[in-house]
């Protein structure tokens, strides 16, 4: 494993896991997870050198950092875990969002306890919330650092004017917002605010959701009940125009005897050294292939190849829903 920093001195695998998919889920997001295999999985990772590893509050809700905690227990040096709050939730699920101080100490307190670790060295806004100024929620975030409960401070999906009130508020050591191959949009404004504001840079979905790994050749290959069949970008209309920069993804992979999602995310880190990608994953097979990608190295020609494929804004659809959509960039 390589290693990168995030922020001025916050030192992570160049490369972290994003453990969303091993429990409560479900199978209607990436397919059922085995429990045993999810934990396997996680050991392996700590064994290969990763050490970012990637919760929430809101996956299951609780049962996702339940499992990270359980699987860390005993194995808690070097391991960097971030994790996110700021949803309202039911036994029906998300309600909506809430980043009040009182919300904020709640869900730190509760994410301790689950996850079994005296401090969340990352802890996230998960989404920003419109109804509560992003300093009151980022100044009862910096009282938990001088409480010793959180190490480093950072933000989810947050729009450009956000990022800078809240770098004002308390230093903020990463961003983690959708980037890959078919999402560049943060290129054009969020990536050089950060870049300026010396705020590392998290992607999560470095594979598009799946679409970039080849593997999925129609929506055929979705099981039913799969969240992506809604996807806007795996649509009837958009998945053949979308499968185009796959095809440029499989023919530099087959050239590096690599596979297309090692490409993928080689691709990515080839963005910056402030980039650290936290691909998904569930099972101990896929994650040895993803952490591989920090060992290919892709020529200029190569990322000209990708660069064309795969434009800014030309990914066929909206990358989510209308609602989802709504709670990002604020």
Known sequence: MKYRTLGPDFEVSALGLGCMPMAGIGKGMYGEANVDESIATLHRAIELGVTLFDTAEIYGPLVNEELLGRAIRGKRDGVVIATKFGFRYDDNGMTGVDSTPDNVRRACEGSLKRLGVETIDLFYQHRVDPNVPIEDTVGAMGRLVEEGKVRHLGLSEAGVE?????????????????????????EEAILPACRELDIGFVPYSPLGRGFLTGQITSRDDLPEGDYRRNDPRYSDENFARNMAMVDVVKDIAAAHDASPAQVALAWL??????????????????????????????????LAALDAAAPRGGTAGPRYGERAMAMTRL
């Open 269 to 302: 880190l080839a963005q910056g050294d402030d980039i650290v990608p936290i691909p998904g994953s569930k099972r101990r097979v896929t994650l040895e292939d993803s952490m591989k990608a920090v060992d290919v190295a892709l020529t200029a020609d190569d």
């Open 162 to 186: 956000t990022i800078r009130r809240a770098a004002a508020t308390h230093p903020i050591a990463a961003l983690q917002s959708e980037y890959s191959l078919w999402e560049r949009d943060v």
